[in-house]
């Protein structure tokens, strides 16, 4: 028997963009595992899912337009599905390379995570200064979402 889980009330919204994917088939949740991201005009949200379970199928992808209702994934349900199982399922996730040659590495004194009104000021602050900065961000321009 599977469970389908469903985009939960989303309010005012329809048609809400998903920015990020967090689960692959296979994969084990424990309840109110992140399951995807979804980004409005106003803001991005995580959904978590509302059973715990293995993945069996994922019905979305990144940059699919997503409504209340519509369907995420499918999960067979695991009673008591600890967090050791989603450990054990995160271990077996390919590793982030890491540079062998020392050349490869980049160096720097800070490190500003996010360009939006508040990263993009404390880069260019930090520069002023004379550090050495690297900002972060996840998407391809610069700008939070109000200036994007």
Sequence with gaps: MFIEVKVP??????????????????????????????ETDKASMEIPTTVAGRV????????????????LLTLSPMENTSHAE???????????????????????????????PGGYTAAFRAADLGKKVILVERYASLGGVCLN
């Design 9 to 38: 009330d989303l309010g005012d919204f329809s048609d809400v963009e998903v920015i990020e994917l967090g689960v692959a088939v296979g994969d084990v949740l424990a309840l109110e595992d992140p399951i995807i991201t979804l």
């Design 86 to 116: 989603v450990a054990a399922t995160e271990a077996k996730k390919p590793a982030v390379n890491v540079p062998a040659d020392p050349g490869d590495a980049v160096s720097t004194e800070v490190v500003v995570l996010g360009s939006g």
């Design 56 to 71: 069996e199928s994922v019905a979305v992808k990144v940059g699919d337009k997503v409504s209340e209702g519509d369907l």
